[in-house]
Structure formats: C-alpha cells, structure tokens
C-alpha cells in the first residue's frame, strides 16, 4: 500500500468533521459556550469508558449507544441551564460537566490497567487508521445531520444568535436547545471515536466571533481554519 492510497480515507475523514463540526462551532461560538463541544466530547468518552468497563468493544455497537446516551444526558442538561438571571454562568456548569465527566472516565479506567492505552486513544484519537467503512457510516450520520439543521436553520440561527428576539417569537428555547446539542450529540460520539476529545474541541472552537462578519463568512474562516490543509 503506497502513502496515498493509506493516508487517502483519513484526510476525507477529515473534510468531513471539519465541515459539520465548523457549523456547528458557529453556534457554540454565538452562544458564548466555548467549551460545550469538549464538555460533550468527554461525556462521550465516558459513556464509551464505561461500556469497555463492561466489556464491550470500543469500536463495538455496544461502546457506541452507551457513549450517546451518555450524550443525550449531558444535552438535557445543559438545554436546562439557560437562563437570563441564573446565578451560576452557564459556562461554569459546562466547566465542571467536563471536569467531573474526565475525572469518572481517569477513575474507570484506573480499575482496569489493561486499558490505559484506550484512555490515550479516547483522548488523542487515531485517525491515520480509521477506514472506509467508518468514513461512510460516519458521513451518512453527519449527512442527516447536516439536512436536519438546514431545514430548521432559521430556528437554530435565531436562537443562537437572537435569543431575545426568539423568546418574544415565542419559540421554546429550552426544546430546539435540546434538539441543537442531541444533534451535537450524534456527531460528538462519533467523532470522539475518530479523531479523540482534544481535536474535536480544536475544530469545533475554531469559529471566529464578531458581528461584521455574515454567516457565509464565519464558515470559510472556520473551515479554513480547522481544515486539514492548515496542518
């Protein structure tokens, strides 16, 4: 196998988490929750830590659905905390979310030695060894994905970016909160179990924020930005 041919199905993986997670980086940028995608990513890593605990494959089936359960936990949570008076900044409870969720996972892993290098991997991903089947399991997910907020975009767009203007529209914002980090949640766990928890923090957290700037716009900073051509 030549250096094409094996860096070929990593670098398309790539484009396509770069491409769902910069979208997505906008709105966590607009709402002001930077850390959210890691808090989220490492709820992941949780749920995935304790289905090997359990003695499931990483890569397994099982792994999969525990870790987004674990997600759609962590989405109904933060889809409460929003608030116009709460005492608590929002970002401070995403904080400790992630905190306590790497804590857990550390503590799980530390009952078993035999999977230290499993914390490693949910930590720094490997990426150079994904495969084709993963890369098109992953795009059709990250495909339906994609249509869904598309088709709800002026909802998403507003709330993140209007919030005020949504709440006197009467749109619940606590329910599309819940429907935007679920979403989150679907393409976390599966990126999580590609790329690991710090390089989706970075591509997701590379959106810029500033009012001059168009929608348009702040997807082809963040796609540059995040692509794999910028590494």
Same mark, same amino acid.
């Given at each position: ?23 997505? $980086?906008?709105?966590?940028?607009? !709402? *002001?929750?930077?850390?959210?995608? %890691? +808090?989220?990513?490492?709820?992941? &890593? =949780? ?7 359990? $003695?499931?494959?990483?890569?397994? !089936? *099982?792994?999969?659905?525990?870790? %987004? +359960?674990?997600?759609?936990?962590? &989405? =109904? ?21 992630? +905190?306590?969720?790497?804590?857990? &996972? ?126």
């Amino acid at each position: 196998m030549d250096t094409l041919s094996f860096l070929l199905a990593p670098f398309v993986a790539s484009l396509i988490l770069t491409g769902i997670h910069a979208y997505l $980086g906008v709105h966590v940028v607009e !709402r *002001g929750v930077v850390f959210v995608d %890691l +808090a989220l990513a490492q709820i992941a &890593a =949780l749920g995935t830590t304790v289905a090997v605990l359990y $003695g499931f494959d990483p890569h397994g !089936r *099982g792994s999969y659905w525990t870790s %987004l +359960a674990f997600t759609f936990l962590g &989405a =109904l949570v933060f889809s409460t905390i929003r608030a116009q008076s709460e005492r608590i900044p929002q970002e401070a409870i995403i904080g400790i979310s992630y +905190a306590v969720a790497s804590a857990a &996972a550390i503590l799980a892993m530390s009952k078993s030695v035999a999977q230290t290098e499993h914390l490693k991997e949910m930590l720094v991903g490997n990426i150079l060894t994904v495969s084709w089947p993963e890369v098109r399991h992953t795009a059709l997910i990250y495909g339906i994905i994609g249509v869904f907020h598309y088709i709800f975009r002026k909802k998403f767009l507003l709330i993140s970016m209007e919030p005020h203007e949504a709440e006197d529209q009467g749109i619940s914002i606590r329910f599309w909160d819940f429907l935007f980090y679920a979403s989150f949640g679907f393409v976390v766990t599966s990126s999580v179990a590609i790329a690991g928890v710090l390089l989706v923090f970075f591509v997701t957290s590379s959106s810029p924020r500033s009012a001059q700037c168009s929608m348009p716009g702040k997807l082809a900073h963040a796609w540059r930005s995040a692509g794999p051509w910028e590494h």
